[in-house]
């Protein structure tokens, strides 16, 4: 296969999900994170899912063994070079992505493939940072990473083929399943789930139903595993106001319009579990 070394951008909640996948895949994996600390957390967040896993009798020891060869951290760029696929999952800021785009454009060598994990920013305008706009591709994962199964793939109009290819085999070799899609905002997931959890939001805010009984009804009458207000504290309210401002902004339909209890939640601090407190208080375990 093409793609023997990765490099991924970022150890947060996605970046760190998609280094430890690749790296328990066998790959060697490299995360760049911007100071020795958020690499420590980053890389003991992996370490610590890994351990519930081997406790919970999921996960073999071997696993964060092998983990533990297969990846390194670095705060340098340059540790990247030789990769064969760069995947970005910084934060979603466009300026920070075309800094990253334009520095690794020259440090990396020309066949390597970049990918961003970004949720609803332009995989095609990123590619425009480059000089190589046909190896740039979207690889958009679900949180959790480790556990979700899917992967978006997304191809611009001047992505090679080849690079696609590339894509799907790497996806398969880490034990993902592969959508390709074109680059339209949201791709195909969020393009249905945003409006969905907007809804729910919405729903709540109009004083339909509580908000249990809300999750409960798309739970227990859809199936799905999470209902809609906990899976928005899941993702982040701020993620998901982040994201509906920009699906917005590019269809200009009101479906994608943020309701305002979820802006003035996000201004209130209430970003869901990663803060602590968004429609459920994450103090608690499980949260109430
Ligand atoms: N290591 C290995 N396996 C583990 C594990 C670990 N540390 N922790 C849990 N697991 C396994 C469990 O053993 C279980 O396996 P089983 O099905 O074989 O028994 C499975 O993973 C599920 O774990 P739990 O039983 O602990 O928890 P749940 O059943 O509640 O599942 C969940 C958790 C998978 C997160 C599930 O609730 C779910 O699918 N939720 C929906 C999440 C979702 O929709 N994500 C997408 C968000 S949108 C997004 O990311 C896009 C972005 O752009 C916004």
Redesign the pocket.
Known sequence: MAIQKIGVIGCGLMGSGIAQVSAQAGFTTVVREVSPNALEKGLGSIYK?LQ??ID?G??PQFELDKVKKNLSGTTELKDLADCDLVVEAATENLGLKKELFTALDSICKPETIFASNT?SLSITEMSGFTKRPERVIGL?F???V???KLVEIVKTVRTDGAVVADANAWCMAIGKTAVNCGDSTGFV??RL?VPYMLDAVRVFEQGLASRDDIDNAMKLGCGY??GPLF?TD??GLD?TYY?SEIMFDEFKEPRFAAPPLLKRMVLAGLHGRKSGRGFYDWTANPPK
């Open positions: 899912f519930a896993g919970k999921k996960v949720s958009h679900f949180n959790p480790p556990l979700m997931v969020n789930l595993p999470m899976l899941y993702v993620t994201i």
